[in-house]
């Protein structure tokens, strides 16, 4: 059967495209980008979101699981991730709201139903269905019969790329994406590589191409002070999309919210590298855009 | 300081900031007109020569800027009490005086004026005596429990709407219809002849009434214009007196006279009885836009004039708070709005195509600038509206402050078809009070009361026992420990609603009676079709069409409960019902685990979720086919309306724990919006589960929306929010309505309430001052699920 690993389905999402949509999020992505959002969805396997500040140690998880796979120990809980099953039961059973599954497998037609149940939405509002990640053409076979069986529906869909796979998959995903968000963070392939951890190289390679052969591409670059807020990659990527046949392009502005989910990972949140851009330099950056001609939004 | 004009600025700082008061003036007239009268005449001629009598001697008033003249009491903010249906204690005066919230000042010359004169004549005859005393100790039960709530303890029937014959036809010539039915009455072969013309001739006598006011207010402009001064105001004085020598005798012939017309209508209804949600305009752009068409044409009318006067029309609804209300009739209507609803935009009811038109913009941008309580500014939405005007009434009403409201017309127009009208009458459809569904002008249709179905679910948990007046009050339906399944829960729930539906019918069936006997309501029998031809009142089932609403309050809650124990107990065995009952019980003390599980790991109303929507279907269906369809004792039908004012508030503070996790004393859900907090999906989700219930079957549904601010801004949150409303109403939902408001913010008013005087929130079907909401209902707004757009 055609699955998939997802995190999230969004009813009601309106900044992943145009009108009233539904974003599916999947699990799994080949970059690790310094500021990521969504650290959740950067592991293509099922974890365990831990709140260790909810916790009160109370042991009714270890109880009521059934691979033993929690201990506490002086203090302090552990899951094993070879013995966890990842069924739930601890996040049912937890009333402090500590424990979380990110992760759920859905076959094409479960995901079909879902987001079908808001089509009369999407017909009102010029709105569809967006994939989101994660980077969801890593699980391309599914991307693909899923997108498939919208366009057989008539719904209008959007695909959130990071553009960091081969130029194949995302020629197979064209043929039923209504519209391309591109992903496009740091031109400079040293910064990239120190930031996102790969080469950018393949990712400007799929953009020039997938311009090519696809009309409706909106570029999106998220801006983190200290990062990439700085002029001179402004005008880097205006170069470079100049070539190309976009037109659009929307400014993310960084925000540290996602800190604690890091936190409740286990992971290693390197904040103090980044910096919230201002308002004046959100909107000084979006003129220069405009200038050249773009249209250009702040946020989705 | 709002208002398109010098003036109409001034009139509205007036009507809001004034203090709301209570005159006797009425009581006392009435008092005395009794004790001269009564026993002497037919009571529908004794009712409308006390009308008259009011009519030409209560005191005139004109305010210095005014352009649309009469209030309800001496001036701005005051009001008349009715003694004849509820004589208030001297104790009453002193909490309205005094109360924190809807608090009314009496001086207490007044109250010495009540304890000698009103109160000793009123004593027994009043019909909230009458009412107390006729009722069964089963009815007092579970009135004191709060099972549910009595509309006619307090106030009178009304809920009506006028429709556009005000507009074509004035007093004298609804006057001479009524002497021509009278010409015609049989007293040969017809053994209600006498009868009818008893209230016939009351009618008669209230067109005099109304006329006779009419001309007194032209001859008090006169009066006032003779002294005046300033050249300018001297001449709107006699402009103004010009208007009353047309109306309300003749029909108007102006713009201003069709706006003086409908408010000395209104002034009428709402003097001759304390009717339920005053009296509305209904559809008044569809029946002002041939007055503006014309005089725009002839050069006498433009958009500025037609803008001030349109203010000036609002100012008058906000003048007038709803007479002062205790107890439980407060509880469940704890606000100053009187609930006179507009509903702009729609069909035009006579071709039944698009009927948005100048006037409807201009009556946007009024409530707009306005942003007053009331009247209650709403738009009916039909698909031949434009986009463009959906759009506008967004941009009102995602400034936070609930107005406008949107209705379906279309689905307007079907649940009056399904209940049996005529599409002619039909297209005059349109909402009054809250949500409640009628044809304007050709209806009477009474709210009766509210039923508290989540309490009828905690009745039958308890075997019929009540916590809250520690008494049985229901039918011994089982102790629920020993139903085997799921079904055997649901037959006692069933068995004790059918149960307590009838003890509400059969006192309503009581006193439909009192108000037929006593209290015939003559004038708003003259502008009711089908009260002419009948020969009777519109208190006595003499409309053209009569309904009868129960309004059924809590869906959410209940579905949930029951969602909660089939899944838990009987699906999941995840614990007993023995630990379901000592949980709630104990209000879930030493039984988290449980309240977890009912709380955060069950299937709810308002995801989209067909487990949970399913529950809410067989309730819905199950309450309403035990209501809608009955017969009322003076004509006409049963039918339900989903939608709680202020009363989800006060049943919850009734009520023990739920089985869904909610708290003792806690609100029990609003209209037909899920319980707070259940509704994680976003508002596609609850919109979906809403539509699943069939609205075109009941009189009205009420659903509540909160958005945050930075979700909605934007040309696109204007597309995204209209998107959201025609699908709903594609998918037949019958209305919406939008709070947009920071939940920070609403925190800081509660904490800073000077800070935050204009304040202004959506409750229910209507808008009110977040400071003058008790504090459970402040709450109960902030927990209100705000749907982010992300």
């Not at chain 2, 319980?675 to 596609?684: I, S």
Request: glycine content about 6%; overall charge negative; aromatic content about 10%.
């Amino acid at each position: 059967m055609n699955d998939a690993l997802i995190f999230n389905i969004q009813k009601f999402s309106v900044h992943d495209g145009p009108g009233i949509r539904t974003t599916v999020f999947l699990k799994g992505c080949p970059l690790r980008c310094l500021w990521c959002h969504n650290p959740e969805s950067q592991d293509i396997n099922k974890e365990i979101l831990y709140d260790n500040k909810k916790c009160v140690l109370c042991g009714k998880c270890k109880e009521v699981c059934p691979t033993d796979a929690i201990t506490i120990e002086d203090g302090k809980l552990t899951t094993d991730k070879d013995k966890c099953n990842y069924c739930g039961e601890c996040v049912i059973y937890c009333m402090y709201g500590a424990r979380e599954v990110v992760g759920r497998r859905y076959s094409v037609d479960e995901v079909m139903k879902e987001v079908m149940k808001d089509k009369i939405f999407y017909d009102q509002s010029n709105g569809g269905v967006t994939l989101s990640g994660g980077e969801p053409l890593i699980q391309i076979e599914f991307v693909e019969e899923l997108l498939r069986k919208l366009k057989e529906e008539k719904v209008h869909t959007a695909i959130d790329t990071s553009g960091a796979v081969s130029f194949e998959i995302l020629e197979r995903a064209a043929k039923y994406t209504d519209l391309f968000l591109y992903d496009l963070k740091l031109i400079d392939d040293d910064k990239h590589k120190e930031y996102i951890g790969a080469s950018n190289k393949d990712i400007i390679d799929n953009l020039v191409k997938l311009s090519k052969i696809h009309s409706n591409i909106n570029v999106r670059m998220p801006i983190i002070g200290n990062i990439n807020d700085n002029i001179a990659h402004i005008e880097k990527t205006i170069e470079l999309l100049k070539e190309l046949n976009i037109k659009k392009v929307n400014l993310l502005p960084y925000h540290s919210i996602a800190k604690h989910k890091y936190e409740k990972l286990g992971l290693v949140y390197e904040d103090e590298k980044m910096i919230v851009p201002s308002e004046t330099k959100m909107n000084y950056l979006k003129e220069i855009f405009k200038k050249n001609g773009y249209i250009v939004k702040i946020g989705g | 300081m709002r208002g398109y004009t010098e003036r109409t600025k001034i009139l509205r700082q007036e009507s809001v900031t004034t203090q709301p008061s209570v005159s006797l003036e009425r009581a006392l007239l009435e008092t005395e007109f009794y004790q001269k009268n009564y026993g002497n005449i037919e009571i529908p001629v004794l009712r409308a020569l006390n009308f008259k009598n009011l009519m030409e001697k209560r005191k005139l008033y004109i305010g210095e800027h005014e352009l649309i003249v009469g209030e309800k009491s001496e001036g701005p903010q005051v009001v008349p009490t009715f003694p004849e249906l509820c004589a208030h204690t001297v104790e009453d005066m002193t909490v309205m005086d005094s109360r924190t919230y809807i608090s009314f000042k009496v001086n207490d010359k007044d109250k010495e004026v009540q304890a000698e004169k009103i109160i000793p004549y009123w004593k027994g005859k009043s019909t909230r005596d009458k009412i107390l005393e006729s009722m069964t100790p089963e009815w007092k039960d579970c009135y004191a429990a709060g099972m549910f709530t009595e509309f006619m303890e307090q106030r009178a029937p009304g809920h009506t709407v006028a429709d556009g014959k005000i507009y074509q036809k004035g007093f004298l010539d609804f006057k001479k219809e009524i002497e021509e039915e009278i010409d015609k009455l049989d007293f040969l072969n017809d053994k209600d002849a006498y009868d009818k013309k008893a209230q016939l001739e009351g009618m008669a006598i209230s067109c005099d009434a109304i006329m006779i006011y009419g001309q007194r207010y032209a001859a008090y402009a006169r009066e006032l214009a003779e002294k005046e001064k300033n050249p300018q105001r001297k001449e709107e004085l006699l402009w103004i007196a010009d208007n009353c020598d047309v109306v309300p005798a003749n029909k108007p012939e102006t713009f201003a006279q069709a706006l003086q017309m409908y408010w000395f209508v209104h002034i009428g209804t709402t003097t001759e009885l304390n009717t339920w949600d005053a009296f509305s305009p209904g559809k008044i752009d569809q029946y002002l836009h041939p007055f503006y068409k014309n005089e725009v044409a002839d050069g006498s009318m433009n958009y500025d004039k037609a803008r001030e006067l349109l203010e000036c029309f609002w100012i008058k609804f906000n003048n007038q708070p709803a007479p002062p209300k205790v107890g439980i009739t407060l509880k469940e209507s704890a606000t100053y709005t009187d609930f006179a609803n507009i509903n702009t935009g729609g069909i035009d009811p006579i071709t039944g195509e698009n009927g948005v038109n100048e006037v409807s913009y201009i009556i946007l941008d009024t409530m707009d600038e306005m942003k007053l309580l009331q009247p209650s500014s709403n738009v009916q939405v039909s698909e031949k509206n434009p986009d463009d005007f959906v759009k506008r009434a967004v941009e009102i009403s995602r400034k936070g402050w609930g107005q406008p409201a949107f209705y379906n017309t279309e689905e307007l127009i079907q649940e009056l078809l399904n209940a049996g009208k005529t599409l002619e009458d039909a297209r005059y459809g349109g909402s009054s009070g809250c949500v409640e569904t009628g044809c304007h002008g050709r209806e009477a249709y009474v709210l009766t009361g509210y039923l508290n179905v989540p309490k009828i679910f905690e009745i039958t948990i308890n075997n019929g026992f009540d916590h809250y007046t520690n008494k049985k009050i229901g039918l011994e339906t089982g102790n629920p420990e020993d139903f085997k399944s799921y079904d055997e829960l649901k037959e006692a729930f069933f068995k004790q609603l059918e149960y307590f539906i009838n003890v509400k019918i059969e006192g309503n069936n009581v006193i439909e009676k009192i108000f037929e006997k006593y209290m015939p309501s003559t004038f708003m029998s003259v502008i009711t079709n089908g009260c002419k031809e009948s020969g009777k009142d519109y208190n006595a089932g003499g409309a053209k069409y009569n309904t009868r609403y129960i309004q059924v309050v809590g869906i959410g809650t209940i579905t949930d409960c029951l969602a909660a124990i089939k899944y838990n107990v009987f699906e999941q065995n995840r614990f007993s019902m023995k630990e379901m009952l000592a949980a709630i019980d104990a209000n879930f003390v030493g039984h988290e685990m449980t309240r977890n599980l009912v709380l955060n790991h069950t299937s709810k109303y308002g995801n989209d979720d067909d487990y949970a929507d399913d529950i809410m279907l067989d309730v819905f269906t199950n309450v309403r086919d035990r209501i809608k369809g009955r017969k009322a004792v003076c004509g006409g039908i049963y039918q339900i309306d989903m939608l709680p004012t202020t009363c989800h508030v006060y049943f919850g503070s009734v009520m023990t724990a739920s089985a869904n996790g909610r708290l003792a004393h806690k609100p029990v859900t609003d209209g037909i919006s899920p319980e707070k907090g259940a509704d994680t999906n976003g508002p596609t989700a609850v919109i979906k589960s809403c539509a699943k219930m069939d609205h075109t079957s009941t009189g009205g549904t009420l659903l509540n929306q909160k958005f945050a601010p930075s979700s909605i801004a934007g040309e696109e949150g204007l597309v995204n929010v209209s998107s959201l409303i025609r699908a709903y109403f594609n998918m037949k939902g019958h209305h919406i309505q939008f709070n947009v408001i920071d939940r920070d913010v609403l925190l800081d008013a509660q904490k800073n309430p000077d800070e935050y005087k204009d304040l202004i929130v959506r409750v229910a079907g209507y808008s009110d001052h977040f400071n003058n909401l008790e504090k459970a209902l402040q709450d109960e707004i902030i927990d209100r699920t705000e749907q982010a757009f992300n």
